[in-house]
């Protein structure tokens, strides 16, 4: 069963069944060291400052934070573990399985995402691009990853169906609410912080990768 977190996800996957698959990505990258990425040494613009490289198995967190930092499988295995059974559909049919991990709020809060507090709810202008092997991303808006705003809770899993991660992969983003299995990114090697504020302002850009 699912300690800290509702799990609609029966009835939504009903209702997207009807809506059928929308895929349109290439077949899943495996085995590929997260380093190998593009995305792993670049920044969110492409063009300037690259970031430093990453190992296998790292996962960088940073972006518009106060305290970029890295995690691994094994820093992750020391944070208190939440277990959640979900049920999604991908490519390979119906898939269900019980997922272990860190609660990706709490990895993302300790950054400290720097968010506008002289703005009404600023948090809710906050972002989150996570990227995964074969440079595959997926955005998420922070209110969904907030325990004070969603119900059900995105983890970064250690180990799935009691089978640990290889190290070298790096963990998997589960994301209960979801009925398809696109934002589940494997092997994932970062996670951006930032706001919309400056690409709707048109003061710049969804920059800021490395400050
Ligand atoms: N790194 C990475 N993660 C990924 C993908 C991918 O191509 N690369 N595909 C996504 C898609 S579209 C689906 S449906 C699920 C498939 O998950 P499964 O292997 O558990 O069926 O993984 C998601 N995570
Ligand atoms: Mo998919």
Known sequence: MVRRASLPVVAAVAVLMLAGCGDNTPAKATGSPAASSPAAGAGASGAASPLPALKPGEVRVAGQVDKPYTVTLASLRGLPQVSVEVEYTSAKGQQ??????????????????????????????????????????????????????AKSQ??????????????????????????????????????????????????????????
């Open 154 to 211: 995105v983890l970064l899993a250690v180990s799935e169906d009691g089978k640990p991660f290889d190290d070298a992969a790096g963990p998997r983003l589960v994301v209960p609410q979801d009925s398809k299995g696109g934002r589940y990114v494997s092997e994932l090697n970062q996670l951006w912080v930032g706001t919309v504020d400056a690409a709707v302002d048109g003061t710049g850009g969804a920059s800021g990768a490395g400050s």
């Open 96 to 149: 269900k399985h019980t997922y272990q991990g860190v609660l990706l709020h709490d990895v993302l809060k300790d950054a400290q995402p720097r968010f506008d507090a002289s703005k009404k709810n600023g948090q809710l202008r906050g972002v989150v691009a996570a990227t995964g092997g074969g440079d595959y991303r997926a955005v998420f808006a922070w209110a969904e990853l907030d325990p004070g705003f």
